[in-house]
């Protein structure tokens, strides 16, 4: 058999027209590997051999525009060329190949998904760290990008997050705002010492929140009590709310004043 024609097609891949066979389209590394530019004469042996190489390809390339879609851990490359039934030499070979190219590079993956759980989320350094341990990279790469994490940027995207949240829950009293807000952002990753910390700094005490939880208390269980049993399931209810008894004992002081 004899390669007649190597012709470079629009998607940059390159087709081998072949005496007495079906054409092939294949990559340039394969055209290179197999030296196909100065040998034209091909057995079965070598086409055979051009074929393997050309599905090797086809599965490799695919994985780089995985790559291109967004940086990739190891883990998830790995778990991607399940997909394609290789065995642990091609897998383990791909993979080498992309990390030789800086394709696959678990601390510049680490680097770039810190800068944008910090910048485009809601995430603190615990949250990014348990996402990080989940995506099986190395301990030591963790610790070292987390321990560079600037704590006063961390304070002050906290400081804004929960100052909005704040604002927006006056619902809320002191304890149940609080208890709130430290379930949340510990969630999200933030230290609890610094969750309390900032809600100190931005809770403003509001009488008006338990006085309008008591009307409505009030209005709600008038007709069915009265007198003392009346104030006691209203104080039971302003417990179970989440006010304190100092709050509710301050309360009925005013308005037996």
């Given at each position: ?62 994985v780089i525009k995985y790559i291109q879609i967004r940086l990739r851990s ?134 008006n929140i338990i006085k309008k939880e008591y009307e409505k208390i009030y ?39």
């Open positions: 058999m004899r390669v007649k024609k190597i012709k470079k097609m629009k998607s940059g891949k390159y087709k081998l027209v072949i005496e007495g066979s079906n054409d092939i389209v294949t990559y340039d590394e394969v055209i290179l590997k197999n030296n196909l530019l100065s040998q034209k004469e091909i057995d079965e042996e070598l086409l055979l051999k051009i074929n393997i190489d050309t599905d090797y390809y086809d599965i490799y390339m695919k190891e883990k998830e490359i790995m778990k991607y060329l399940e997909k394609f039934k290789l065995d642990e030499v091609e897998k383990n070979k791909i993979i080498e190949q992309l990390k030789q190219i800086g394709l696959i590079n678990d601390f510049v993956f680490a680097k770039a998904y810190i800068s944008d759980k910090l910048n485009l989320s809601n995430y603190g350094p615990n949250k990014i760290k348990q996402d990080l341990a989940n995506y099986d990279i190395d301990n030591t790469i963790i610790e070292e990008l987390i321990w560079d994490i600037d704590e006063r940027e961390v304070y002050e995207k906290l400081y804004k997050l929960m100052e909005k949240k704040i604002l927006n829950n006056k619902k809320y009293s002191k304890y149940q705002l609080k208890h709130k807000l430290l379930h949340e952002f510990a969630n999200l990753g933030y230290q609890t010492e610094m969750i309390n910390d900032i809600f100190e700094k931005l809770y403003v005490e509001d009488n209005n709600k269980l008038k007709t069915k009590y009265s007198g003392n049993e009346l104030f006691y399931k209203i104080k039971h209810k302003l417990y179970q709310k989440g006010f304190s008894s100092e709050e509710i004992d301050d309360l009925f002081n005013d308005i037996v004043e």
